[in-house]
Nanobody, 124 residues
Framework: QVQLVESGGGLVQAGDSLRVSCAVS????????MGWFRQAPGKEREFVAA????????SCAESVKGRFTISRDNAKNTVYLQMNKLKPEDTAVYYC?????????????????WGQGTQVTVSS
């Protein structure tokens, strides 16, 4: 059974940077595409970023492009989301996701495994 455990969330000010991590256990992370979704209070869950199992392909939502970067270290079974120039509208619970199947990145129905989430709060 695959488990995804997020860490690194917290409270920061607008303009700050933060890196959240996702540790993969149960199987080697190189078997999975990995990604991040987020959900703000009162809003629908939305795609943030994804990376292919080899790390050769990435995708980011338009709202975070140029500010957020997804990466992975398969030797450490860990996926990262580096968030720069944070804005109050980035405040949300960030979920790590993983999948074995292939397909589009930005639909939550295409992901098999979900972490419990980590809270990121950006104050103005």
């Amino acid at each position: 059974q695959v488990q995804l455990v997020e860490s690194g969330g917290g409270l920061v000010q607008a303009g700050d940077s933060l890196r959240v991590s996702c540790a993969v256990s149960g199987r080697t992370s190189s078997s999975y595409d990995m990604g991040w979704f987020r959900q703000a209070p009162g809003k629908e869950r939305e795609f943030v970023a994804a990376i292919s199992r080899s790390g050769g392909s990435t995708s980011c939502a338009e709202s975070v492009k140029g500010r957020f970067t997804i990466s992975r270290d398969n030797a450490k079974n860990t996926v990262y989301l580096q968030m720069n120039k944070l804005k109050p509208e980035d405040t949300a619970v960030y979920y790590c996701v993983g999948r074995v199947r292939v397909g589009i990145f930005d639909s939550d129905s295409m992901w098999d495994y979900w972490g419990q989430g980590t809270q990121v709060t950006v104050s103005s």
